[in-house]
């Protein structure tokens, strides 16, 4: 499926970042540019020790409901795409829950949060991405000493100094559920070259009302080398792996037919254990082609995903003595999927320095195959796509189109912006955009969905508040969905209190159709008669994220995520009605970092109530 595929363009804010190009307000909380808005991290007035969660709570969008994974804020998500994330415009590809909660403030310059991604990050079933860029300028701890930042080799208020060459974090987490959590980064920052590595593992246990417990393990390892071979010439090579391993304690029943009987004995036979493996290797050649910015990259890269588990007839025969299966067992199975791809991409200005242009072409290749149904399927695709960014005075317009060829359809998706700084406080922003996506697993019949959205964003050093007016129509596999969304958010500093409070409500309208033809047969498209019943559904959800700075180094955080009863006859998820958690944590001479949570999660059966402890060593 070549919708799994999530790409991307690296070079527009960079080019926009070199020639001054960027809006006025680059210096404010939160900047409204083109098909984004960008979260400035040092300048929310933060105390440094805030995890990437606490950050993402701040955020205009509702990006997560249950406060700890998943990154679906949307309750649709999980139909037309959810949040991914990025670092440097790479995909992440590890643990959700360790970056989540261990990556603190102090170690992030920005975050891009990009929801119209078809054009520039070129992602498919509408994805949207966060891109995270880390700061450059400053060790892991050693540039943080009480709600300060330290830039450079300068000391800002007084204080402390910029971080070394070489730092990083070793921690060690554990939970209530049985579950464990060891992770160790390391980074260094030299004039030429910088690498940056990441190793995490992590184990849980889980059981669902008498059922079998689920024993589960992860273990992933991240390396990013960046080296500017010239003042011209950038080179970074990524490598990721992952292994996970799902286990059910208990045992299956195998059957022996040789003891002539009628009725076939039985054994026990330990419940085999499924395995995940996920490999990625992306190198991007960087090259900056004139002093005003112009930029040239190429991609080189390649995903690989493997998974498999079961037990072979031959190992029950083989171990249990002539004991096997009589379709009790459970079947062997090895499905594995590559995607190579390539992306070049230029970016220039036009006629005018405050015109510039990104122009690319991006292509791949799938190869899957699924051994339970028996099937190999390769595809291709090649992207055309181009984006013009143009700035007149306070006004900003954007305007970029993406054309997809593949074997089996063609399509374009396109995006249209504009913002207006009403004053050096306030923001107006509105786009429009036109994305595909598969309304159904196996369905080659591609559709689109239109989203419209209004910002206003007033925002001053210790207090910002976004209000949203969005609108949605799609087409899923279930019917048409029209959805109406109103939504604010605001942070505020005072004191010792930093407030985080949202209040978002969704209206929608789902009228249903019947489908012919089945929409899961891959050589056929699926047809629609749509029918006259409406279903109406109307909820809200509500976000509160106070904490305190105590002296001491103390900080004591909570955090609620309450969504209201829905009708869910259209959706396939449906998140916990409320998440709360409350944490207290405690840094000591700079270097520790001892943390305690708890959580609960109304309506969710695993692991609805737990208490999380842990410690983390900067150095």
Same mark, same amino acid.
């Given at each position: 499926n070549?919708?799994y595929l999530?790409?991307?363009?690296r070079?527009l804010?960079?080019?926009l970042a070199?020639?001054?190009?960027t809006?006025?307000l680059?210096a404010s909380?939160i900047e409204?540019?083109g098909?984004?808005?960008?979260?400035?991290v040092p300048?929310?007035?933060?105390r440094?020790?805030?995890?990437l969660m606490?950050?993402?709570?701040?955020?205009p969008?509702?990006i997560?409901?249950?406060?700890r994974t998943?990154?679906?804020?949307?309750?649709l998500?999980?139909?037309?795409g959810?949040?991914?994330?990025?670092?440097?415009?790479?995909?992440y590809?590890?643990d959700y829950?360790t970056?989540l909660?261990n990556?603190k403030a102090?170690?992030?310059?920005?975050i891009?949060?990009c929801?119209?991604?078809?054009?520039?990050?070129g992602?498919? =079933? %509408?994805?949207?991405v966060?891109? @995270?860029?880390?700061?450059?300028d400053?060790?892991?701890?050693?540039g943080? /000493?009480g709600d &300060?930042y330290a830039?450079g080799?300068?000391?800002k208020n007084g204080?402390?100094t910029a971080?070394?060459k070489i730092?990083g974090?070793?921690?060690?987490?554990?939970?209530t559920y049985g579950g464990?959590e060891?992770?160790?980064?390391?980074r260094?920052?030299?004039d030429?070259l910088s690498?940056l590595?990441?190793v995490?593992?992590?184990m849980?246990?889980s059981?669902?009302?008498?059922?079998?417990?689920n024993?589960?393990s992860?273990e992933g390892?991240?390396?990013?080398?960046?080296?500017?071979?010239?003042s011209?010439?950038?080179l970074?090579?990524?490598?990721t792996?992952t292994?996970?391993?799902y286990r059910?304690?208990g045992?299956?029943?195998?059957?022996?037919?040789?003891t002539g009987? =009628? %009725?076939?004995?039985?054994?026990? @036979?330990?419940?085999?254990?499924d395995y995940?493996r996920?490999?990625?290797v /992306?190198?991007d &050649?960087?090259?900056?082609?004139?002093k005003?910015?112009?930029?040239?990259l190429?991609t080189?890269?390649?995903?690989?995903?493997?998974d498999n588990?079961g037990?072979?007839m031959?190992?029950i025969?083989?171990d249990?003595?002539?004991?096997?299966a009589?379709?009790y067992y459970?079947a062997?199975y090895?499905?594995r999927?590559t995607?190579?791809?390539t992306?070049?991409e230029?970016y220039?200005?036009?006629?005018?320095p405050?015109?510039w242009i990104?122009?690319g072409?991006?292509?791949?290749?799938?190869?899957e195959r699924d051994c339970l149904?028996?099937?190999t399927?390769?595809?291709?695709y090649?992207?055309?796509?181009a984006?013009a960014?143009?700035t007149?005075?306070?006004?900003g317009f954007m305007?970029?189109?993406?054309f997809?060829?593949?074997n089996t359809?063609?399509?374009n998706?396109?995006?249209?912006s504009?913002y207006?700084?009403?004053?050096?406080?306030?923001?107006l922003?509105?786009s429009f955009?036109?994305q595909?996506?598969?309304?159904?697993?196996?369905?080659?019949?591609?559709?689109?969905v239109?989203r419209?959205?209004?910002?206003h964003?007033?925002q001053?050093?210790n207090?910002?508040?976004?209000?949203m007016i969005?609108y949605i129509?799609?087409d899923?596999?279930?019917?048409?969905v029209k959805t109406?969304?109103?939504?604010?958010?605001?942070?505020?500093?005072?004191?010792?209190l930093r407030l985080?409070?949202?209040?978002s409500?969704y209206?929608?309208?789902l009228r249903k159709c019947?489908?012919?033809n089945?929409s899961l047969?891959?050589?056929e498209?699926?047809?629609?008669?749509?029918?006259?019943e409406?279903i109406?559904s109307?909820?809200f959800?509500f976000?509160?994220a106070?904490?305190?700075?105590?002296?001491s180094d103390?900080?004591l955080?909570a955090t609620?995520?309450?969504?209201t009863h829905r009708n869910?006859?259209?959706?396939?998820?449906a998140?916990a009605n409320?998440y709360?958690?409350?944490a207290?944590?405690?840094t000591?001479?700079?270097?520790?970092?001892?943390?305690?949570?708890?959580?609960?999660?109304a309506?969710?059966h695993?692991?609805?109530r737990?208490?999380t402890?842990?410690?983390?060593y900067?150095f």
């Amino acid at each position: 499926n070549l919708e799994y595929l999530t790409r991307k363009s690296r070079i527009l804010l960079l080019g926009l970042a070199i020639n001054g190009a960027t809006s006025p307000l680059a210096a404010s909380p939160i900047e409204q540019i083109g098909d984004r808005y960008i979260v400035h991290v040092p300048e929310l007035d933060l105390r440094g020790d805030e995890s990437l969660m606490d950050i993402l709570l701040m955020c205009p969008d509702v990006i997560t409901l249950d406060g700890r994974t998943t990154l679906d804020g949307d309750p649709l998500a999980n139909l037309y795409g959810k949040f991914v994330i990025r670092f440097d415009n790479v995909e992440y590809g590890l643990d959700y829950n360790t970056l989540l909660h261990n990556l603190k403030a102090r170690e992030i310059e920005k975050i891009q949060v990009c929801l119209n991604t078809d054009v520039m990050k070129g992602t498919g =079933s %509408q994805k949207k991405v966060i891109d @995270i860029h880390l700061r450059k300028d400053v060790g892991a701890v050693k540039g943080l /000493e009480g709600d &300060y930042y330290a830039e450079g080799n300068d000391k800002k208020n007084g204080r402390g100094t910029a971080g070394e060459k070489i730092s990083g974090r070793v921690g060690l987490f554990g939970d209530t559920y049985g579950g464990g959590e060891a992770i160790t980064s390391v980074r260094y920052h030299g004039d030429n070259l910088s690498i940056l590595s990441h190793v995490e593992g992590n184990m849980q246990r889980s059981a669902f009302y008498g059922a079998p417990t689920n024993h589960r393990s992860h273990e992933g390892a991240k390396v990013t080398m960046s080296w500017d071979i010239t003042s011209n010439d950038n080179l970074m090579i990524t490598a990721t792996q992952t292994y996970t391993r799902y286990r059910l304690a208990g045992y299956i029943q195998a059957g022996n037919s040789q003891t002539g009987s =009628s %009725q076939a004995s039985t054994l026990s @036979i330990p419940n085999p254990a499924d395995y995940s493996r996920y490999y990625n290797v /992306e190198v991007d &050649y960087l090259r900056t082609l004139s002093k005003n910015g112009a930029s040239m990259l190429l991609t080189l890269a390649s995903d690989h995903t493997g998974d498999n588990g079961g037990i072979h007839m031959s190992d029950i025969r083989s171990d249990y003595g002539g004991i096997y299966a009589d379709g009790y067992y459970k079947a062997a199975y090895h499905n594995r999927s590559t995607y190579p791809y390539t992306i070049l991409e230029f970016y220039f200005p036009l006629f005018t320095p405050n015109l510039w242009i990104t122009a690319g072409f991006e292509g791949g290749l799938s190869h899957e195959r699924d051994c339970l149904v028996k099937e190999t399927s390769h595809s291709d695709y090649e992207d055309f796509y181009a984006q013009a960014d143009l700035t007149l005075g306070k006004w900003g317009f954007m305007i970029g189109d993406r054309f997809r060829r593949t074997n089996t359809s063609n399509h374009n998706a396109y995006t249209l912006s504009s913002y207006y700084h009403i004053n050096t406080h306030r923001t107006l922003q509105a786009s429009f955009s036109q994305q595909y996506y598969n309304a159904a697993l196996g369905d080659i019949d591609q559709k689109p969905v239109y989203r419209a959205e209004l910002k206003h964003t007033y925002q001053k050093k210790n207090f910002f508040l976004s209000t949203m007016i969005r609108y949605i129509d799609q087409d899923l596999n279930v019917g048409q969905v029209k959805t109406f969304n109103f939504g604010n958010t605001l942070f505020w500093h005072i004191g010792m209190l930093r407030l985080t409070a949202g209040l978002s409500s969704y209206k929608e309208e789902l009228r249903k159709c019947e489908v012919k033809n089945g929409s899961l047969n891959k050589s056929e498209t699926s047809e629609k008669t749509y029918l006259s019943e409406k279903i109406n559904s109307q909820y809200f959800v509500f976000k509160l994220a106070p904490q305190l700075s105590l002296p001491s180094d103390w900080r004591l955080t909570a955090t609620m995520l309450w969504s209201t009863h829905r009708n869910e006859e259209g959706l396939s998820y449906a998140p916990a009605n409320l998440y709360a958690e409350a944490a207290v944590y405690k840094t000591i001479s700079r270097h520790w970092l001892l943390e305690a949570r708890y959580h609960d999660i109304a309506g969710q059966h695993l692991g609805n109530r737990a208490a999380t402890i842990g410690c983390t060593y900067y150095f």
